[in-house]
């Protein structure tokens, strides 16, 4: 089944304790990214990746990392999280050509106390 | 820079009903735009999407229409039923090979459907 795969779905953390949320997808595709959803705010881009190797910052990028060593694997790293970082995310990717809507991820939800 | 603004926040209808969600876009050089539903909890997921080459897409109980000419484009829902209820997303993008391929989305609108 084509998919997104974030983990892990739910995470509470203290401030300061990095952590890192996983992504993956089974479809080949080229383009990833990373939103944060807060309420009244949609979806905010964090950071995005055209292909392997390839990273670059989104709406609002700060307090996060992100890499791309493979195709299919885009994890989002929070060094040093904090409590403005308590929010729902959604990794998503698409192809670069064709019919490039996204797909989701299930998301995560996380807290930062 | 490139906006998305999409009205109206909340909808309330009754079951049966007719629903409309409208999007404005800022960049003209936008030309694909795709509309999300949300159900509570659960991650967004593509309903339809248009093209600017095409000017209205249906499917079933759902259609797009585009104008190109004001930068609109909204999203009609036919004899809702409770199901439908959830926040629905509208987005707008240029072609990737141009750009970032970044989805700029509207704010959302919560759908409710009153059976």
């Known amino acids: 089944e084509a998919q997104v795969t974030q983990n892990p779905r739910y995470l509470i953390t203290v401030t300061g304790k990095k952590l890192t949320v996983t992504c993956s997808q089974n479809?080949?595709?080229?383009?990833m990214s990373w939103y944060r959803q807060d309420p009244g705010l949609g979806l905010r881009q964090i950071y995005y990746s055209m292909n392997v190797e390839v990273t670059d910052k989104g709406d609002v990028p700060e307090g996060y990392k992100v890499s791309r060593k493979e195709k299919r694997n885009f994890p989002l790293i929070l060094e040093s999280p904090s409590p403005n970082q308590t929010s729902l995310y959604f990794c998503?990717?698409?192809?670069?050509?064709?019919?490039?809507?996204?797909?989701f991820g299930s998301g995560t939800r996380l807290t930062v106390v | 820079g490139e906006n998305v603004e999409q009205h109206p926040s909340t909808l309330s209808v009754q079951e049966g009903d007719s629903a409309v969600i409208k999007c404005t876009y800022s960049?003209?050089?936008?030309?694909?735009f795709p509309w999300y539903k949300q159900e509570l909890g659960k991650r967004p997921q593509l309903i339809i999407d248009i093209r600017s080459n095409v000017g209205e897409k249906k499917d079933q109980r759902i259609a797009v229409t585009l104008n190109k000419t004001a930068k609109h484009f909204s999203l009609h829902i036919t004899e809702t039923q409770p199901e439908d209820s959830a926040v629905y997303f509208c987005a707008a993008s240029k072609s990737r090979s141009s750009n970032t391929g970044k989805l700029i989305f509207g704010q959302g609108t919560t759908l409710q459907v009153k059976p």
């Open positions: 479809m080949n595709h080229e383009y």
């Open positions: 998503a990717s698409s192809p670069l050509t064709g019919n490039y809507g996204y797909t």
């Open positions: 960049d003209s050089a936008s030309n694909y």
